[in-house]
């Protein structure tokens, strides 16, 4: 049973930073793309980052959205089996219902939502202005 646990949202303003962390069991995250979607009120979910799974000689492909390129960084820490959303300049924009996923080693499409099997509970991010 893979399981993910989101943490590390809460209040922040307007040029804040925020590290939302993504813990996995069940699952070597080492192995699988995981990537972060979010979901704001009254909107359908939308892609914000994803690492790519790292097998034998590969190394790990990162995919940001364009809204988030330059505040937002996604990253792996192998020990912890954990993956992280490095959030900056935070924009009252970014307020949303953040969740963590994980599906296959290298999806054909990272940013669709179809690409992931498995989903965490979310973690609620609120950026004021």
């Known amino acids: 049973q893979v399981q993910l646990v989101e943490s590390g949202g809460g209040l922040v303003q307007a040029g804040g930073s925020l590290r939302l962390s993504c813990a996995a069991s069940g699952r070597t995250l080492t192995s699988y793309a995981t990537g972060w979607f979010r979901q704001a009120a009254g909107k359908e979910r939308e892609f914000v980052a994803t690492?790519?799974?790292?097998?034998?000689?590969?190394?790990?492909?990162?995919y940001l959205a364009d809204s988030v390129k330059g505040r937002f960084t996604i990253s792996r820490d192998n020990a912890k089996n954990a993956v992280y959303l490095h959030m900056n300049s935070l924009k009252p924009e970014d307020t949303a219902n953040y969740y963590c996923?994980?599906?296959?080693?290298?999806?054909?499409?990272?940013?669709?939502?179809?690409?992931?099997?498995?989903w965490g509970q979310g973690t609620q991010v609120t950026v004021s202005s």
């Open positions: 690492i790519t799974g790292a097998l034998a000689w590969q190394v790990s492909t990162t």
């Open positions: 996923a994980t599906g296959g080693p290298r999806p054909t499409s990272p940013r669709s939502a179809e690409a992931y099997d498995y």
